[in-house]
Each structure stands twice: as structure tokens, then as C-alpha cells.
């Protein structure tokens, strides 16, 4: 089976095209590139032979090496040759796909010298680059060092060591010629690939590579869905979705690559769930515990079907400790779905023996991988998630797809995985080392020399057995799938987990080996020698103090002479980290103009800067010029947002927070930032027949809009108080109050805060206006019927209530609510504790006049609930029914709240007003015996 662009590729052509292609095409599935790049057009097209029409096109009129093949390309494919009888091979058709051809070849080859191995058997200078280049070592660097430079995008470098440059030049000259844009429709698909490779080899995403980037996948998608509504190309579209799934993870879009996942899985049929079963997992363990495991098996695979006997890859080292085991041994056969996320098991799974699953598609295996990498970048510093991503990789490595390179990538996985903890570091470290000496050194168990640095790649592990190889066809077939990293990206996180675990005189020794001096230089800030980090950096950028960078030693020179001239490639991003280090803003203003003013990163710093010492409108203004560079910076939108809040310029605050959950509709925070700028916006207004301004409709107001953002940051943010009570105070104040909004906003703040705060957390005035609204409905107060006043019952009762120790006016709410539901006991209970709380705080009567009117007003309140409750006749409890009352002997009740009012209130307040009032109704209750 070949890489599914050259089947589809073979499949949409021509008969008579086909025949002629295809043992060009063969080559390419074989792996047999050169033969494919030797082809008599490609050499013409390379300058390696002329014809009258390229004859007089020479490479020194060229600035670079692409323009020149990019002329002599245009001017082949503008050869007219359509003639009848003419043979197809003289045909423009034919060298527009032979070319593409090429294109891919070169792309490929790119791919085994930098990513899967096996060292490429032609040297790609000699084959691709004019005699006069390609043997002269210093000309040849020279080409290169250009090239590399050109790969540079938006500020951002491209790795300077990168091997055989050329290849994927060659490769990106070809794409992007206009007539094989036109013509061959596959090259869409290529020249994503190819663009997706190049962004790999930048630091950082660059902004213009990843528009080109999703203009092609938008048009490969519209080309693939046309074919595959065919119903031909077997999981033609399943292998696109992965693809674009590992692009989108790339690119920070989890959720994005998630549902690609989700969509290639449901296309393949293929069942998988992460589960429990009961197992040991250390050599002690008397108990079984509940232990993950992925099950899993592809559409049509057997139950008894056996696993791959010994799966092809680099060697999977053991564990070797001395507390766990090598494997997770199962004692129980039956599964425990609380795990996974459908309510329970497919038969289809439930069926499987947990250590001895059958083999898996490669397809499934690749989606396996894939879900365990969006996995950990959703959530790369939780370690239950790590947790839950290790039993994928470990499905395709105990029982997976045979295939080379998915098995190195499972063990790339796991390694990244078990390097966070304790008992699994020592092999998660070995693993990678072994990654890049078997794979980076090709599996030569012993020393080699670097073609391109010179320096010496060495191996710990022998020599690879036949079975730890394998063809190039097979470990390019599902590359673009993977996304394999490149053989410096393997040993970066190789220094990288070096540094982590304390190792710096390793990881040095690497990023120095691979001229990487922006992570060497983190490297020793990191470890607070922030000199040593200087030095570093000021040394590519600036000539000695003396101006003779031969003559200093290079560990005590400060590099303080001229500016290099040109400067380096990657000088904008060397600035940044000077400005970091110096907290100096003019280094992030350097790196900006070093960049023709296009790194976006250095006005991000800046912004964060200004930001941080609230000089906001200059924060606004840096932030504002990164995202012209790059408008998918979700942090920087976020960070701008922020700085128009400060600035109070609320409208520019929205659209800001509006681009912010565009890019991340799981931002929690950035709904809620979102709904605070909208509460500041004036409600749009419009002119009636009359010309005069009136506002809009209810539902155009900006706080309807801000109580969804707030909802919207709720939903997300489950547990966060802050955030729901600002739904409640949303809630309440718009016109009409949203009552449903408010009586879920309050039993979560109950929830949330009751246990600590107590009725501080419930808002009694909203409470009050709650309850008035339902007791005032139009359509009545039944509660035993689904609505709003049940509700309002429910949340009473379960979270309110057991809440309020010494607020009257909860207690005067909650007697409301009773006495229009026909309890009239629960009602005067209530008004009884309201009248409690007010009189039971010390010294009330020797207070203010107010706090005197305010016991006078609450006993006065209970006498009229005496009064009116007390006669009635029970309703609720045990006695309902039975003619009981509520209060048989409410007036003795009443008039004995008054006197012990007056009483206590006699000295300081008997010629007052409120004592007037009590006397009134006292008097009032004893006309009535």
C-alpha cells in the first residue's frame, strides 16, 4: 500500500497518462525517489542539461537558487507541444504531472534524510544542485545557508542546520508555480504538506504560513469530499482528517483536532474505550485495584484474532524497576465502564481479553496516538489526564499495527509521558535517547559523523537487528499522519527532558551541538546564570569588544562591538530573550525593526511589559500591532481585551473578547470578560416616526447579551463563585428580570458557598423580588406543577433555608412565600424568627433611634401575623386536617412580644413615636378579648 496522495493521485488519471506515469509513480511508492528525480525533464529543469528554450537562463542572474529553477519551470511548461499525433510524453499535460511527480519525490526524500531514516542513498546536492555548486563544499554551504534563510516567515527563523534544504526547496518551487496549480489538483495536498513541513522547521508558528496552510486544507477538503461522495478511495477522507488533525494540534486548536478524531473514528467503525479492570501493577500488591486500559478493535477484526507477534520498530526498552511491573497484570476479566464516557461497554469490547487484544488497523493505531497528543496538549500540567493518555500508547505497542514508523511513534508517546513521573523517568529518558540514537542515527549502532555538522552521533544500544529496520515505503506511508518530528525537533526534547530532570551539562552539550543557542541561553537563565545567557546571545549577534572575535576568549568576552551585518536569522527572537533577561524594552523594539516589522512576538513582550507597569494604552497599541502580524493569538486578543478594560474604551474591550472566544470557545474567563464590557455599552438607540430617539428592543440590549456571555462562562466554569454571582446580579437587572437565570445563579452560589459564608451568600434583596414575582403571577402560585414558583419552592427549601441563622429579612421573605402556598404555620414560624434575630442583638434599645424603629416595625410585623395567621386552621404536618390552629393562643403571644418590647425599650425611647405605635397595638389587642 502506497501514501494515499500518490493512490489518489493515480486514480484520477487518464488511462493513457496512467501508463506512462506509472512506473515513475512505482518508484515514488517504492521509495526509489532519485530514479524519479533523474528523469531527463528534471534535469533539464535543474540546469543540469538545456535545450533552446532554457539555454540562455544562467544561476547567477538569479538572486537565489529557487528563482532560478522557478524561471526555468515556467518557461518548460510554456513550451507548446498540444499537436495532434504528438507523443504524450512531449505533451505540457505530461510534464505538469512529471513535475508534481518530482515535487513529491523531493518532499519525500526531505522527509527520510530529516524525519524516518534510512540515510538517503544519493547525495540530494549532487542530484539536485549544478556541478559547480555541489563540488564545492564552501559554494555548497553558501546555497544552503541561503536557502535556510529563505525559509525564514514573519521574523521567524528556520532551523540553520537543516539537512538537505534543497529537497524540500526544490520541492516548494514546484507547488507553487501557477500552471501546476491549475492543472494538476493534487498539488494542493502537496503544497499543504510541504508548508506544514516548512512551519516545523520555524521555532514558532508564523502567521502567514499557517493562512496558507488552512486556505489548502479548506481546498483539499472540497476536493476530497467530491471524490469520496464516489464512494471510491477507501478511507481516502479518514486519512485526510488525521492529517488535519495533527496540523490543527500544531496550531493549538485541541478542540478542532478532537473532533477530526472523532470524525475519522466514527468513518472507520472503529471501537475503542478507555475503561477499568481490576489488576496489580506493582510486584507487591496483595489487593487488586481498579487499573485504565484502552480496549480497542477495528471494524471486522476477530475476538480471538492474535495480536503482531513482535511489532517493527526501534527497541522498546524494559522498565527494569524493582517496585512495578513490566505490564499491568489483569485478574478480572469484566470491565468498569465508569471511565469511559458512554454509559457502558460495547458488547463487541466486553468480549476482549485486555492481554491479548487483537491487531489494529494502522488507521486505528494513528488515531490511537493521535488522541493521546490533543489529550496531553489540552491538558499538558494534569496529571490525571497523563494518567488516562499512557493506556492508548500502550494498546499500540502490546498489540497494534506492525508498521515502523507508528510504532516509534508510540514509543515517542510513551516516553513523553512517563517522564513525569518517578517510578517511570528512568526509562521515559532512555526510551528517547534510544529514539535518537536508532531513528536520528539510523539505527547504526556505532558512532557516525553528521554530514551536515560534522559531529559525531553516538549509540549506547548495538547494532539494530533486521527487524528494528524497515523499508522507507513503509515508514513514510502514514508520516503526514503522525506528524513525526525531525531529527533535531527528537533531540531538542531530548535536551529538553535532560534539563528536567537536572541534566544541564547534557542538554548543553546537544543544543551547542545543534548551534540551538536561543534554547542554550534559556538553558543557563534558567538556572539563574543570566551572564552566561547574555554571552550566548550578544555573541550571534554582536562582534567582539575589540573587533577581532578570533582573539577573545569566548567565555569572559562581554560581545559588545558592532552589530553582526547581516544579522542572523533568528535575531529578532535573540533580542526578545535579551529583553527578557534585561527587562528592557529596547531590546523587544530591536527585534521588531530587525524583522522588517513582522515578528509579532516582540510587540507581545512589549505589550505585556507596558501591561504590567499599566501603562495601558501603550500595552493596547503593542498588542494591537502583534495581532495585525497574527490575528489567531488567542492570548494576545485576551491581553488587549484587558487593556481597553483599564482604558475604560468598553466597545474596542468587546470586540476584543469577541475574537477571544471565536478562536476559544472554552475560555471560561474571556466570556466572563466578554459580558463585563458589554454591561458598560449604552443600548443602541434608533429613531422613531416622530425623529426622535428611542432604544431598541429588550432583546438588543447589551446586558441580555452580557448575562449569556456570563452563562456561557459559567457552563465552562462550573465551580467559579465570582463568575456566578455575577450571572445572579446580570440576572436580576435586566428588563424583565431573567427569574430562571436568578434561581439557578443562587442554588449554585448556595452550593458553592454556603458551608463557609452561610446566608451572607444569598442576596435577599433579589430573593425578595423573586418571591414577589411568583407570588404575584398572573398564572397563580402551584407548586406542584414544572415551572418557575416550584423552582423557587426547591431552591427555598434545599438551599436557602438550611442556610439563614440571624437575617430577618430572609425570614420575612420565606413567611411571604408561605403564606401564599397555604402554610400558614411555616409563615408565622418565620415572622416568629424574624422577630427573634431582630431582638436578639445586644443592646438594641440603648442604640439609635432608626435600630428602635426597626424592632418596633419587625414586633409589629408579628403582632399583625399573630393576628392573621393564628386563627387559622392547620394546614400542614400531621395535624392538617383536624381543625387544629395554628396558634390557639396567639393573642397571649402577642401581647407578650409587645410588653417585652416595651419593656426593654421603656427608659430610652417611652415618648418616641414607635413606642406610641406598640402602645397602640397593644391596646388594640386587648380591646379584642
Known sequence: MSDILLSFFRSALPDELANVLGETINALESGDFVTVLSKPEVKL???????????????????????????????????????????????????????FLAAVAALYAFLQSNVTGPPLPFDSADVLLHKDISSSKSARGKLRADLVASLSADGIAAYKLTPN???????????????????????????????????????????????????????????????????????????????????HTQHGFDKKAREDLDQATAERKFEFALTGMMGKRTKFQLKDTSQLLVLARSAGSEVNEAPVAKASGPNNLDLNDDTLLESISFTSKSANTEIQNESSLPASLTSLDPENQPKLEPLDSVILLALASSITNTNPADGITREETIPYATRVLDGGSSNWQIYTQALLVRSRIEGYKSRTMERGLLQLQALVDQVIADTSGQATTDAETGSQVTSFLPKASESESAPVSDRLRYVFSLASPSRWELEAELASRWVSVGGLRSALEIYERLEMWAEAALCWAATEKEDKA??????????????????????EEKWEGKERDPPPGEAPRLYCILGDIDQDLSWYEKAWEVSGKRYARAQRSLGQRQFARKDYQ????????????????????????????????????????????????????????????????????????????????????????????????????????????????????????????????????????????????????????????????????????????????????????????????????????????????????????????????????????????????????????????????????????????????????????????MGKGKEAWEDSTGWDRLKERLDELKGRD
Open 534 to 555: 547574555k554571552r550566548m546571545i550578544r555573541r550571534q549577534l554582536y562582534h567582539a569588544t575589540n573587533g577581532d572575535d578570533e582573539a577573545v576568549d569566548p567565555d
Open 165 to 247: 534544504v534543497e529537497l524540500l526547496c526544490f520541492a516548494e518551487t514546484i507547488l507553487v508555480c501557477p500552471p501546476i496549480q491549475k492543472y494538476v489538483e493534487h498539488s494542493f495536498w502537496a503544497r499543504l504538506r510541504v508548508n506544514s513541513i516548512h512551519q516545523r522547521l520555524l521555532s514558532e508558528p508564523a502567521p502567514s504560513l499557517q493562512k496558507s496552510i488552512y486556505d489548502d486544507l479548506a481546498t483539499v477538503d472540497r476536493m476530497i469530499l467530491a471524490r469520496t461522495q464516489k464512494k471510491e478511495d477507501k478511507d481516502l477522507h479518514v486519512h485526510f482528517l488525521l492529517e488535519r488533525a495533527t496540523i
Open 618 to 901: 501603550k500595552a493596547a497599541d503593542a498588542y494591537a500591532l502583534s495581532l495585525k502580524i497574527n490575528s489567531l493569538n488567542h492570548p494576545a486578543w485576551f491581553a488587549l481585551g484587558c487593556a481597553y478594560l483599564e482604558l475604560h474604551r468598553f466597545k474596542d474591550a468587546v470586540e476584543a473578547f469577541s475574537r477571544c472566544v471565536q478562536l476559544d470557545e472554552q475560555d471560561a474567563e474571556a466570556w466572563s470578560n466578554l459580558a463585563a464590557a458589554l454591561l458598560h455599552l449604552r443600548p443602541k438607540t434608533s429613531t422613531n416616526e416622530d425623529g426622535e430617539l428611542s432604544e431598541t428592543k429588550v432583546t438588543n440590549h447589551p446586558r441580555t447579551d452580557a448575562l449569556k456571555a456570563f452563562k456561557r462562562a459559567a457552563t465552562l466554569k462550573h465551580d467559579s463563585y465570582r463568575i456566578w454571582s455575577n450571572v445572579l446580579a446580570v440576572a436580576g437587572s435586566t428588563n424583565p428580570p431573567s427569574w430562571m437565570d436568578v434561581v439557578s445563579a443562587q442554588r449554585r452560589i448556595c452550593e458553592l458557598r454556603g458551608e463557609t459564608d452561610g446566608e451572607k451568600c444569598i442576596d435577599d434583596e433579589l430573593l425578595e423580588l423573586l418571591v414577589r414575582h411568583v407570588v404575584q403571577s398572573e398564572d397563580g402560585f402551584d407548586i406542584t406543577r414544572p415551572g418557575l414558583p416550584r423552582l423557587v419552592n426547591e431552591l427555598v427549601e434545599k438551599n436557602i433555608k438550611p442556610l439563614i441563622t440571624v437575617s430577618p429579612s430572609l425570614w420575612t421573605t420565606l413567611a411571604s412565600l408561605y403564606m401564599h402556598t397555604n402554610r400558614p404555620s411555616s409563615a408565622l414560624e418565620c415572622h416568629e424568627k424574624a422577630w427573634r434575630a431582630v431582638t436578639s442583638q445586644p443592646n438594641w434599645e440603648a442604640k439609635t433611634e432608626k435600630e428602635w424603629d426597626v424592632v418596633v416595625q419587625q414586633t409589629v410585623d408579628l403582632i399583625d401575623a399573630y393576628e392573621t395567621l393564628g386563627p387559622r386552621e392547620r394546614s400542614e404536618g400531621l395535624a392538617a386536617g383536624s381543625g387544629e390552629l395554628v396558634a390557639k393562643d396567639w393573642k397571649f403571644k402577642a401581647r407578650s412580644a409587645a410588653r417585652s418590647v
Open 45 to 99: 529543469l535543474l540546469g543540469h542539461e538545456d535545450n533552446e528554450t532554457t539555454q540562455d537562463v544562467k544561476l547567477g542572474d538569479f538572486k537565489s537558487w529557487s528563482d532560478y529553477v522557478f524561471h526555468r519551470l515556467g518557461l518548460i511548461l510554456s513550451q507548446r507541444s498540444e499537436e495532434t499525433g504528438v507523443p504524450i510524453e512531449q505533451t505540457g499535460t505530461y510534464r505538469q504531472n512529471l513535475f
